[in-house]
T-cell receptor, first 117, second 113 residues
Framework: DTAVSQTPKYLVTQMGNDKSIKCEQNLGHDTMYWYKQDSKKFLKIMFSYNNKELIINETVPNRFSPKSPDKAHLNLHINSLELGDSAVYFC????????????????FGSGTQLSVL | AQSVAQPEDQVNVAEGNPLTVKCTYSVSGNPYLFWYVQYPNRGLQFLLKYITGDNLVKGSYGFEAEFNKSQTSFHLKKPSALVSDSALYFCAVRVSGFQKLVFGTGTRLLVSP
């Protein structure tokens, strides 16, 4: 009964390809995120959506396009993959402050390891 | 801009000994401070947070952290380390009014038997 689930767990692909990573949360949270963790384990936020609306876009190349069909899902599509895109991508969710929850506590998925060859 | 620094890439401690993982922060407003732990091939898990109130906060798995405003620090501590505590630990900060959580670079904790 996974709270935040991402698929696939591993993604190996060639440069120039287009790929998608899916994320779903069953916690009833309003806010979802994508984080990128590089080979040195540095973790950086990419996007945040609150109730399907984009609220954070951290100067990510426009080859990366998040899509939130509903508040339980936040997918990440990447066009024209580059070698530098190789990383682990984490989806996370939280409940905004003032709604009985706290967006300080993030729940993370187990990550998608993307390898671009 | 808000930021956190974790000055140690790795901390080594023997099982049963106390452990400290250091974190300092830099923000222009009131900080909300957090510790997360990452086990191999897993996502991050929340350990504890400081929002306001008592400077010593207690969290999961026997961990605690002390907020020190004058030293702008939020060090993670545990009185007696376990081998199973070996993992990657991240400090994070959020400024009141902002949605974004900024993470430190992580500290690997290695507890030897």
């Amino acid at each position: 009964d996974t709270a935040v689930s991402q698929t696939p767990k591993y993604l190996v692909t060639q440069m120039g390809n287009d790929k998608s990573i899916k994320c779903e949360q069953n916690l009833g949270h309003d806010t979802m995120y994508w984080y990128k963790q590089d080979s040195k384990k540095f973790l950086k936020i990419m996007f945040s959506y609150n109730n399907k609306e984009l609220i954070i876009n951290e100067t990510v190349p426009n080859r990366f396009s998040p899509k939130s069909p509903d508040k339980a899902h936040l997918n990440l599509h990447i066009n024209s993959l580059e070698l530098g895109d190789s990383a682990v991508y984490f989806c996370a969710s939280s409940q905004p402050s003032g709604t009985g929850g706290s967006n300080e506590k993030l729940f993370f998925g187990s990550g998608t390891q993307l390898s671009v060859l | 801009a808000q930021s956190v620094a974790q000055p140690e890439d790795q901390v080594n401690v023997a099982e049963g000994n106390p452990l400290t993982v250091k974190c300092t922060y830099s923000v222009s407003g009131n900080p909300y401070l957090f510790w997360y732990v990452q086990y191999p091939n897993r996502g991050l898990q929340f350990l504890l947070k400081y929002i306001t109130g008592d400077n010593l906060v207690k969290g999961s798995y026997g961990f605690e952290a002390e907020f020190n405003k004058s030293q702008t620090s939020f060090h993670l501590k545990k009185p007696s380390a376990l081998v199973s505590d070996s993992a990657l630990y991240f400090c994070a900060v959020r400024v009141s009014g902002f949605q974004k959580l900024v993470f430190g670079t992580g500290t690997r904790l290695l507890v030897s038997p």
